[in-house]
């Protein structure tokens, strides 16, 4: 029977993101591919996000989603599965990992949680030539692009009124990641269907969400995904590098995942590039 996979969006994202690539992984026979590889797919919006009530009480972090996604997919009859994200979607999945790894099959991400740093106990191994140039690669974009996640973590409910009472507001605010992140080079229609970012634009503006949904950052600082000297994530590990990504770790089965492989492919972060698959 086909294998259980839940697959989480991140921020700008949502649900919608997976809309092309579902025929695929459901029949993967129509595409060329064996039908013995096919999977039965959940695709739940974050907490907040789309279709999703917004949390009522503080402490709705990556930690405590992943558990209802736990949760989620036990009270579906799922009671093993694997997990699949990228962004905010991959600090979850790997929380997944590490806390119900009885449940969890596997894990995928298109993404290494931006958390991720290298032990520096005294315990762990000296930094290798590559991780400290991932520390200084990391560092650098973070001054160049990321001032939108220090104001989601530290000042959301004040961007929150900028971006629930004007459209163009919020338009500018989750259009101009698409442009900054995918591979499109400067001209956004020769990836993206415009009628398709105002679909996202229009999810985040007629549900109210856009407030709420940046507030996972501020409680995702609040309860950091950080791993102790010599933990490991037990269940195999895989990961997807695409050119365009945000600055990623190193090989990160050295540091805390049981298996890591991956190639190169192309898109952006979050693998965002061309909306029709290929």
Not at 27 to 55: C, E, K, N, Q, T
């Amino acid at each position: 029977s086909p294998m259980p996979l839940i697959l989480t969006h991140g921020w700008p994202g949502s649900f919608l993101e997976f809309e092309q690539i579902l025929p695929l992984l459901t029949h993967p026979s129509r595409f060329g591919g064996d039908a013995a590889d096919a999977f039965d797919i959940v695709i739940p919006s974050l907490p907040g996000f789309g279709f999703s009530p917004a949390a009522t009480r503080s402490g709705t972090s990556p930690r405590r989603i992943a558990g209802l996604w736990v949760e989620l997919m036990r009270g579906l009859g799922y009671g093993r599965f694997g997990v699949q994200g990228g962004d905010i979607g991959a600090g979850v999945s790997v929380w997944a990992a590490r806390l119900f790894p009885e449940a969890v099959a596997a894990i995928h991400l298109n993404y290494i949680p931006g958390s991720y740093q290298p032990p520096l106990s005294p315990e762990a191994a000296p930094l290798s030539r590559e991780e400290a140039a991932f520390q200084l690669t990391a560092a650098d974009w973070s001054k160049a692009e990321g001032a939108y996640a220090h104001i989601h973590a530290t000042r959301p409910q004040t961007l929150a009124y900028a971006l629930t009472v004007s459209p163009i507001a919020l338009a500018a605010w989750l259009i101009e990641k698409y442009r900054a992140w995918s591979d499109c080079h400067g001209d956004l229609e020769r990836v993206f269907d415009l009628d398709h970012l105002l679909t996202i634009v229009s999810l985040y503006w007629f549900s109210g969400a856009a407030g709420d949904a940046i507030r996972i950052y501020k409680e995702g600082v609040a309860d950091p995904l950080a791993f102790g000297p010599g933990e490991w994530i037990a269940p195999p590990l895989s990961v997807a590098l695409f050119p365009r990504e945000l600055p990623m770790p190193p090989v990160p089965g050295s540091r805390g995942s049981s298996v890591f492989s991956g190639g190169p492919a192309r898109r952006g972060h979050g693998g965002r590039s061309r909306h029709r698959p290929r």
